[in-house]
C-alpha cells in the first residue's frame, strides 16, 4: 500500500487558475485550505514566477517552497522533497499539461501525478487522507516555515551555535494534553516503555497516572509538541517517564522540562524517580538526568534506577528555554 501524501506540488500556471486570467478557481482554494489543514504541505512551481499573485490573494504563506522558471517539472519536486525533507514516494504533482506529467512520472516514478480537472477533487482521495491528523499536523505548515527561517538565520548569525540557540527566545510550555496530541508521541525518544498513543490514552484516562504534554515556541514560530511525561506517585515517590522528539533535545528542551517536573514533584513531597532503559537513542536523556541531579541507585544489565534525594535539590540552571505552565 503506497503512503499518504505528505506533500504536494502544484503547476501553478493552468491549476489554482485557468489560463492566464490569474483569479483563482474557489475549488481549487478550498484543496490548499482542506489538505493544509490535514497536515500536507503545499509547493508551487511554473513557467514564470507567480509569488506576486499569490500574495495579491492572500494565498502566498500556505506554500512552504516556491521554485519557478525550470522547464522541466521533476526539478521543482526534487526540491521540495529536500526542503521538506520528506520522501518523494510521498510527494505529489497536479498539473494542467500532460507532457510535463508525463516527465515528472519518467523522472520520477515514485511521484504520483494528477491532471488540473481533479483538483477540487482531491481531498476526497484516500491518498490524501491521513489516518490521524494530529496536533503537529494542523501545525505543520507554520512548524515547517518556522524551521525554514530558523535554519536560514542561523547559517548568518555571528557567534557560536550556543550563542544562537541562546538568541533563539525558546518557550517551553507545559499542559495537559490535548486532543491530537498523544499521536505525535509515535518515534519520540524515550526513558523507558515505549509508549504509544494506546498506551498514552490509556494512562490518561487511569486517575493513578498524570500525563503532561510539552510544546515549543521560540521567535520564528513553533515547534509543536515536542514532549511528555508520565507521573505516577506511589507511596514515597513519583515514579516520572520522559518521552522526547529528538532534535529539540540539544535546544535545552528536554532539560527544561525535567527541570519542572522535579519542581512539582518536590513541592509534592514525593521526590521524583526514573527507571531507565538504555537504547541507542535515548543516551541524551540519560545526560539530562543525570545534570538533573538524577542518581544512579540501582543497575542491572538492561535497566536502571534513577533516584532525586530531596535533601540534595539540584541547584537552580540557566538554560535558555523559558518555561510556561499552561
Known amino acids: 500500500m503506497r503512503p499518504t501524501v505528505r506533500g504536494l506540488v502544484w503547476d501553478l500556471d493552468d491549476t489554482l487558475w485557468r489560463g492566464d486570467t490569474s483569479l483563482p478557481s474557489a475549488g481549487a482554494v478550498g484543496t490548499l485550505h482542506a489538505l493544509d489543514r490535514r497536515g500536507i504541505l503545499h509547493a508551487a512551481t511554473g513557467r514564470r514566477d507567480h509569488t506576486v499573485t499569490l500574495a495579491r490573494h492572500g494565498l502566498v504563506d500556505l506554500f512552504s517552497v516556491l521554485d519557478f522558471g525550470r522547464d522541466a517539472k521533476s526539478g521543482p519536486v526534487r526540491v521540495a522533497a529536500s526542503t521538506l525533507d520528506i520522501p518523494l514516494e510521498t510527494i505529489a504533482v497536479v498539473s494542467g499539461d ?125 515547534y509543536g509538541v515536542v514532549g511528555f511525561a508520565v507521573l505516577a506517585p506511589r507511596t514515597a515517590a513519583t515514579a516520572v517517564e520522559l518521552l522526547m522528539c529528538e532534535r529539540v533535545l540539544a535546544r535545552g528542551a528536554g532539560a527544561a522540562f525535567l527541570d519542572h517536573i522535579v519542581t512539582r514533584t518536590l513541592l509534592a513531597g514525593l521526590p521524583p ?36 534525594d530531596p535533601r540534595r535539590p539540584p541547584p537552580p540552571r540557566h538554560h535558555p528555554v523559558r518555561l510556561v505552565d499552561g
Open 273 to 308: 524517580v526514573a527507571e531507565f532503559v538504555p537504547t541507542p537513542a535515548n543516551r541524551q536523556l540519560l545526560v539530562t538526568l543525570r545534570f538533573s541531579g538524577f542518581e544512579v541507585t540501582a543497575s542491572t544489565r538492561d535497566r536502571m534506577t534513577l533516584t532525586l
Open 98 to 222: 500532460p507532457v510535463a506529467r508525463a516527465e515528472v512520472s519518467a523522472a520520477l516514478p515514485a511521484v504520483r501525478c494528477y491532471p488540473a480537472a481533479m483538483v477540487d477533487g482531491l481531498p476526497e482521495l484516500g491518498e490524501f487522507t491521513p489516518d490521524v491528523v494530529t496536533t503537529n499536523s494542523r501545525d505543520r505548515r507554520h512548524i515547517v516555515r518556522a524551521e525554514q527561517r530558523r535554519r536560514t538565520a542561523s547559517t548568518t548569525h555571528p557567534g557560536t551555535s550556543a550563542s544562537f540557540v541562546a538568541s533563539l527566545g525558546l518557550e517551553l510550555e507545559v499542559r495537559a494534553p490535548m486532543p491530537g496530541d498523544l499521536p505525535v508521541a509515535t518515534g519520540f525518544t524515550t526513558t523507558g516503555r515505549r509508549l504509544g498513543p494506546a498506551e498514552l490514552t490509556a494512562l490518561v484516562d487511569d486517575p493513578a497516572h498524570e500525563v503532561l504534554t510539552a510544546t515549543l515556541r521560540d521567535r520564528f514560530g513553533p
